[in-house]
Every structure is written in C-alpha cells, then in structure tokens.
C-alpha cells in the first residue's frame, strides 16, 4: 500500500507520517529532507540555491549528505531547500528514488507537496495536511524555542508565509491538494487526534478497495 502524504510547512505531516507508517508496517520517507540534502550540499559548497545548474549538479551527488544531519532541520536548510524546489530538473533527478521507495515491498508513506499529484499520482490512499499559517507558525516557534534558538514567533510566520508563497506558487509541481486527496485540517487538533481523523480516512479506503 502506498500512501501519499502532503501539505504545507509545519501542518504536522511528518510526524503524522511517520506515526501512519509504524501502524501500518510500511516505510517512511521524507521526500523534504531530500530538497533539503540538495539546499545543505549547495550552502555548504557556498553556492547559490536558485542557480540552477550548481543545483542540478548538487541533486546528482545528494548521496554525499546524510540524511540524518541535524542541519537538515534548520531554517537556512529549509529556504535553501524552497529554492531548489522550484527548479525542474532537480525535481525529475530525485525522482527515481522516490518512485523506487514507494513501489518496494511492503509499501510506503511517503510526505511531500507532490506526492498525490506527481509521484505517486496513483496512491490509494490521499491525505492533504494543513493547518492555519497563525497555528504553524506558532507550533514551528515552539519547536525552534526547544532547541534553543533565538528567533521571534513573527519571523517564523513571515518565513513560513513567504515558503507557502514559493511552494504554492512556482510553476514546476506546486503544492496543490490532489483531486482525490482527503483534507485533513489540524488547525484545531493536536497529533493524538489527527492520527485518529487520518486511520479512520485509511481504514476506510482499504476497506472500499
Ligand atoms: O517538508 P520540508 O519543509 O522538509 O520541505 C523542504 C522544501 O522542499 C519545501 O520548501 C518544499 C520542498 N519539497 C517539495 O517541493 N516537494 C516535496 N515532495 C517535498 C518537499
């Protein structure tokens, strides 16, 4: 079974994922942390992350970063990794990759923006995560605040609004809710009660298949 997962930056996705997959024995994969790794490699070779042909050349040696350094996790990595979403022929090198993992026995939950519409366009299953940019905002700032940053709640809305601006908006796989994707809204639900809402929708599907 494949399932699709996306939504925009902070709506809880991965760890709702994650949590979907352990429930249903499937793999999980972060399809975010790989525009990330391609955002990482290029900042650390100090390159820019809109240019497109030192992104190209960075999607190709991803393998060079692993994928569980925390500074996949910081915002720098995250508005770098915005940036190289947008180009196209970074998007079609990874790909394969994703495709490989979706279709591997036992199957997968994969979270992204373009799972439902371009990866796996043919998932049985569709959840569409969001939340109010107010509720994100205010959960990445607390998140940010634990590990220790300085950093103000009215910058991380100001750079979640303008990162659902560029992932919405680019041209090439924007972040859009498939057409069979069920909408899950966590605005007013916390983690325990979203994971309820998206095995009810899952249960429900595999029992209709
Ligand atoms: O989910 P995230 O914040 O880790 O994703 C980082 C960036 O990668 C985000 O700005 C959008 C982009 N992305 C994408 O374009 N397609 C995906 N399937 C996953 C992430």
Do not use: W
Not at 95 to 104: G, I, S, T
Not at 165 to 170: C, L
Request: net charge negative; charged share 30%; glycine share 6%.
């Amino acid at each position: 079974m494949i399932i699709a997962v996306d939504g925009p930056v902070a709506a809880g996705k991965g760890t709702l994922a994650r949590r979907i997959a352990d429930i249903y024995g499937l793999k999980y994969l972060d399809t975010g942390a790989l525009y990330r790794a391609v955002g990482l490699l290029l900042l650390k070779r100090g390159e820019d992350p809109a240019n497109e042909q030192k992104a190209v050349q960075a999607a190709a040696d991803v393998g060079e970063i692993d994928l569980t350094d925390p500074a996949l996790r910081n915002e720098e990595t995250g508005n770098a990794a915005s940036k190289v979403a947008a180009i196209q022929p970074v998007r079609d090198a990874l790909l394969e990759y994703q495709r490989n993992v979706a279709k591997a026995k036992p199957g997968a939950v994969l979270d992204g923006r373009d799972i439902g519409t371009v990866v796996c366009p043919d998932a049985p299953v569709k959840l569409f995560v969001t939340a109010s940019a107010e509720v994100r905002a205010q959960r990445r700032f607390e998140e940010l605040k634990a590990k220790g940053q300085n950093i103000t709640y009215e910058a991380v809305l100001s750079d979640l609004k303008e990162r659902d601006e560029r992932d919405m908006g680019r041209k090439n796989a924007p972040l859009t809710q498939a057409a069979d994707a069920h909408l899950l809204d966590t605005t007013k639900l916390d983690i325990e009660a979203a994971l309820k809402a998206a095995c009810q929708i899952i249960d429900a599907s595999k029992d209709a298949s």
